[in-house]
């Protein structure tokens, strides 16, 4: 039942629209995308609903169950990994749990962002909440208030080949250890534990298992990734329609009648995105005979957009899947009444993290194609307009080097795309063998969604500057396009000479990357087919 509602949490209308969701209830059914977002990124509330409440005391009652009959089961009774041959007494319990959190916490480098580590923390509540784990409420519920309060964890974000490592590190500060932001202020996890008004906790059986276990924040960081690739990639059929009028382009590369011959929803929805925009364009209606085609970077933008929705729509669909999931191991089944532990493999985590491998690839064949079109308005002998669109080139540069940017944020991008789940390294005295890797997939894929953003940005710049320098004469834009110039120019003013460019691009960047520019479209024209 869960799964058969999965189709009704991709919704296009909602893309871009996390900002401003400012509570979220954990309850019996799968929370959305932007909802999980608007937590992670933008400080969303959390809540339990009485189902949740309900079906998580109903399995710690199990856990509880178990350990005073003494059954055999991994990780509440045995060691961890190799170690599962050991038989632990029940009065060293609560140190095995304890032990797993501290012994794990070994990843190293710079700490994770603060979305990333919430995100982490609410992707546990999903999965451990779903009623299969044995934790207790009140665990899941200092986790939440950890969330509510603003108490952020530490981690070093190095060195995991899928969760161990980073989800210990980012539960140690429950114990009252580790490190912890709160205020914006670095400190002891117990001096923030306390300054936010907590108590340190000690785990109870099993619990120091399922908060180091399971494909949580794998799924967490690509479910990040995954937002920010939906909204990059419906942004850029916005610059596309753009690029059409700044390079008069024939909009009969978008017609529907070419396009009816390919059976790929994605790329009927790209070329109806842009006739959509440009439905009122005068610059449309004067160059729709006058060339033969035009050049692939304007006539190839439904077919290489649409293959890239496409990937990010079939990776939501993994990654959403795994979301509304409990990834634990073991998973206590309540069946009959008396229970069973099931042990197997959900923990592993290649449906989200081979999926951030994909979006990686989905996110370089939209950036291509953006980096391509700010070089054709920047190139002189291609563009129509003065060399790199600048006042008075030879002694200015114009955008010269915002193109030389995207450049090198296309290379970066490039060079994440190599897949980290074809790989694996045994673990564990090879008790692991394969490792999905998924930590490294889901944080790259991560990186890949910001350059993204910015190289969409760069784009975005560089046609507000082309709509600025066309002849007055000719300056019949669409209403949509028009009104993405007018966004952008709030915040950044026209050039009239040189002038630090990096405080420009990151303004339109925030503009891209909180949804603003696909808003003031879809204000217009209504929701973009994705």
């Not at 509304?324 to 923990?347: K, Q, R, T």
Request: hydrophobic residues 45%.
């Amino acid at each position: 039942m869960m799964f058969a509602m999965l189709a009704q949490l991709f919704d296009p209308s909602k893309i871009g629209r996390a900002k401003g969701i400012m509570e979220v209830c954990i309850g019996p059914d799968a929370i959305r995308l932007e909802e999980f977002v608007a937590v992670a990124r933008y400080g969303a509330k959390v809540t339990f609903s009485p189902e949740y409440i309900e079906r998580v005391v109903h399995s710690r009652a199990l856990a509880d169950k178990f350990l005073a009959e003494n059954r055999v089961v991994y990780g509440l009774t045995t060691g961890f990994g190799d170690n599962v041959r050991k038989i632990i007494p029940q009065e060293e319990a609560v140190l095995l749990q304890i032990n797993i959190i501290r012994g794990c916490a070994v990843s190293v480098g710079d700490p994770l962002s603060v979305e990333s580590v919430r995100a982490i923390w609410l992707m546990q509540l999903l999965s451990l909440g779903r009623g299969f784990s044995g934790i207790r409420l009140e665990t899941l519920s200092m986790i939440a208030e950890c969330l509510n309060r603003g108490v952020t964890p530490y981690v070093p974000q190095d060195g995991s080949v899928q969760y161990l490592a980073i989800e210990a590190q980012t539960n140690l500060v429950l114990m009252g250890e580790g490190q912890a932001w709160y205020n914006g202020k670095l400190m002891s996890g117990a001096d923030a534990l306390k300054a936010a008004g907590l108590s340190a906790w000690t785990p109870a059986c099993k619990e120091g298992l399922s908060l180091t276990n399971g494909a949580n924040s794998a799924t967490a960081v690509s479910a990040l990734a995954l937002y920010d690739c939906l909204v990059s990639t419906q942004t850029a059929d916005i610059a596309a329609a753009m690029a059409y009028e700044a390079l008069r382009g024939t909009i009969l590369g978008c017609d529907e009648r070419l396009h009816s011959l390919k059976i790929h929803s994605e790329q009927h929805g790209c070329a109806a995105n842009i006739r959509k925009m440009l439905s009122d364009s005068g610059i449309m209606k004067k160059n729709i005979h006058a060339k033969v085609q035009d050049p692939y970077i304007l006539r190839c933008i439904p077919q290489v957009h649409g293959a890239s929705k496409r990937f990010v729509k079939d990776c939501a669909h993994s990654i959403l899947e795994e979301m509304a999931s409990c990834s634990d191991n073991p998973v206590l089944w309540p069946e009959g009444g008396d229970g069973l532990a099931l042990m197997g493999g959900n923990f592993d985590s290649t449906y989200a993290s081979g999926s951030a491998d994909i979006l990686c690839m989905a996110a370089a064949n939209t950036a291509k194609f953006s980096e391509r079109r700010t070089d054709k308005l920047t190139n002189r002998y291609l563009s129509g307009y003065p060399a790199f669109l600048a006042e008075n080139p030879g002694v200015d540069n114009g955008y010269m080097l915002v193109q030389y940017a995207a450049a090198g944020l296309l290379n970066e991008i490039r060079g994440l795309c190599l897949p980290a789940t074809a790989d694996s390294i045994p673990t564990c005295a090879n008790w692991e063998d394969p490792v999905s890797m998924g930590w490294w997939a889901g944080k790259k894929a991560l990186c890949v969604a910001q350059k993204l953003y910015y190289v969409i940005g760069m784009e975005l710049m560089t046609m507000a500057r082309a709509f600025d320098l066309m002849p007055v004469e000719e300056r019949e834009f669409s209403s949509a396009t028009l009104a993405v110039h007018d966004k952008i120019r709030d915040v950044v003013p026209p050039i009239t000479g040189d002038r630090h460019f990096g405080p420009d691009i990151e303004k339109v960047k925030t503009l891209v990357a909180e949804g603003e520019i696909l808003e003031v479209v879809e204000n217009m024209t209504g929701t973009l087919a994705f």
